[in-house]
């Protein structure tokens, strides 16, 4: 996708918003993911409650950038703001090795919570990367809004292990995942 055009959409788009935009970075990432940064002195109205107008205004350019480009599918972009979605990002990968700890001293399979695609997507992505997960393997079970990722011990036969265990009650920090 090219960067130029890119930025001339986000640029159209923001002309359109109440809060000033002094930059737009796009980079191209190794695993096909162009990330979009924008500068702003109003991050936080940026981001919208819980990430709702960053996603608002990311579903616009991406369909946006689709239609332009004659793309069958639309791009995997990611729009950031101020580094919000990227520590997102880091809090779930996180999240995932603490919860790892607990498959290994358990032996245990383990359901995160519920997520969107985007973060299950850098859950297994980080699983399978990381040199310190890989006695693990994640697959994401459940439907819609209530999928979620497994986590086990890669040893562990598929249907093996019994019933999951469950989600523990207290705070993930989970709960407020925007994308």
Same mark, same amino acid.
């Given at each position: 996708?090219?960067?130029?055009?890119?930025?001339?959409?986000?640029?159209?788009?923001?002309?359109?918003?109440?809060?000033?935009?002094?930059?737009?970075?796009?980079?191209?990432?190794?695993?096909?993911?162009?990330?979009?940064?924008?500068? =702003? *002195?109003?991050?936080? !109205?940026?981001?919208?409650? $819980?990430?709702?107008?960053?996603?608002?205004? +990311?579903? %616009?350019?991406?369909?946006?950038?689709?239609?332009?480009?004659?793309?069958?599918?639309?791009?995997?972009?990611?729009?950031?703001?101020?580094?919000?979605?990227?520590?997102?990002?880091?809090?779930?990968?996180?999240?995932?090795?603490?919860?790892?700890?607990?498959?290994?001293?358990?032996?245990?399979?383990?359901?995160?919570?519920?997520? =969107? *695609?985007?973060?299950? !997507?850098?859950?297994?992505? $980080?699983?399978?990367?990381?040199?310190?997960? +890989?006695? %693990?393997?994640?697959?994401?079970?459940?439907?819609?809004?209530?999928?979620?990722?497994?986590?086990?011990?890669?040893?562990?036969?598929?249907?093996?292990?019994?019933?999951?265990?469950?989600?523990?009650?207290?705070?993930?920090?989970?709960?407020?995942?925007?994308?």
């Amino acid at each position: 996708m090219d960067d130029s055009m890119i930025k001339d959409i986000l640029g159209g788009l923001v002309t359109f918003l109440p809060f000033d935009v002094t930059e737009i970075k796009v980079q191209e990432e190794k695993d096909g993911v162009t990330r979009v940064e924008i500068v =702003s *002195p109003e991050a936080s !109205r940026v981001i919208g409650w $819980h990430g709702e107008t960053l996603n608002a205004v +990311q579903h %616009l350019l991406k369909s946006i950038a689709r239609s332009k480009a004659k793309l069958d599918r639309s791009p995997f972009l990611v729009l950031d703001v101020d580094g919000y979605r990227r520590s997102q990002e880091e809090k779930v990968c996180k999240i995932a090795e603490q919860k790892a700890d607990f498959v290994r001293r358990t032996g245990s399979r383990l359901a995160l919570p519920p997520m =969107s *695609p985007y973060f299950r !997507r850098i859950v297994h992505m $980080h699983v399978a990367s990381s040199s310190t997960l +890989q006695d %693990l393997t994640t697959e994401s079970v459940g439907e819609g809004e209530y999928r979620q990722i497994v986590l086990r011990l890669k040893d562990e036969k598929e249907g093996d292990g019994g019933e999951l265990s469950p989600v523990m009650a207290e705070e993930t920090g989970l709960e407020n995942l925007d994308v």
